[in-house]
DNA sequence: TAGGTTTGTTTCAAACTTGAACCAAGCCCC
DNA sequence: GGGGCTTGGTTCAAGTTTGAAACAAACCTA
């Protein structure tokens, strides 16, 4: 099959997404460094779990909803428990499984660096496009994240085996009432 | 001041943005890697090379289009360099500059690795947005880089004194036929 | 219920990125 | 024309990411 190339119009919108994209990640991270000590990853991590069920999810998971590889996310998990912001703890009815958990050492940086983190986004995103332009953009990104969801099913031959869909809750939350096993 | 939060549509668009610049990103690298041996980024140095006079830009140049940090450049290029795939020259106006020029080889390596990234790039994003998306896209986005170009000059009282602008172009075309110096 | 596969997670080495520090070469200006 | 500032690039250590390999628990299934 002959290439098919991108358009002129498909080139603009291509660069410009692209050089955007480090701009904003980078005035993330500076940001982040600079008043919390950490990269917008491990801050999202945080934020993740604050929203989380107990505060506290199961590893793959977390992964799942930020997007990123397990292994990438054993590491910045790892560094957040050695700076007390997260715990760890093993799942009780699948004992292959870690859970991590927001400590509140952790809720109280990450709310301290909320406004800052916000007042960024706003600066380098929000601030400058029209409401109908914040719609556009969920409408696009959502279908390029709906994209991905379909790949892994049938895909062009390419198979995606390191980046899963979400496992059993496991959350105490999400227990029923009777707890089984855990009976002495 | 307090924080202006982001609205509901606002956090929609964000998580829906984040994620999937992310699984972009990843399928990019991993398609590129798995084809040619590289990260997008360092693709990104390769197909900007090209499309510059003379196939030759200055560091400086290279890592203002690509909008990435210098240091991070001189290690790539370092890279390709090792692999064959640029050379560096110095810039004989201003002897404090160096040039990354493509080589024959790492043309006929972006050559044949183009068509195997556009298409990722179409099937991760442009096949699955209308027209009017991918225009709307280009707008969003072209926005959003402009929004960093005024705020170097005044800002939040934020500098980002490592994210320069251009500087002269010094390729042998740029050049006048008259040579100066270079006396003999 | 033993053996084989799948699933959840970590580990490891190699590659990459970051930011600060550094070195030269230009530039200014008295 | 010798300081002092700026600019173009690199270097270095510390931190992060990657992908493959390792492990262990859970899930078949004969």
Known sequence: MTTRWLTPEEQRAW???????????DALDRQLQQEAGMPHMYYSILS????????????????????????????????L????????ETCRWDKRGSIAALTDEGMAVLESAAPGHVETVREVLF??????????LEEIFSTVTEGFQGEEAHGTGDDVPWRRRSSKPCSSAAVPTDIPGESG
């Open 127 to 136: 601030d400058r496009l029209s409401p109908a332009q914040v719609e556009q």
């Open 15 to 25: 660069r410009a997404y692209i050089g955007a994209a480090h701009l904003v990640e």
């Open 48 to 79: 993740t779990l604050s929203e989380a069920d107990e505060r506290r999810l199961r590893m793959t998971d977390l992964a799942e909803r930020l997007k990123i590889t397990r292994s990438r996310l054993t590491y910045a998990v790892s560094r």
């Open 81 to 88: 428990e050695k700076d007390g912001l997260v715990g760890r």
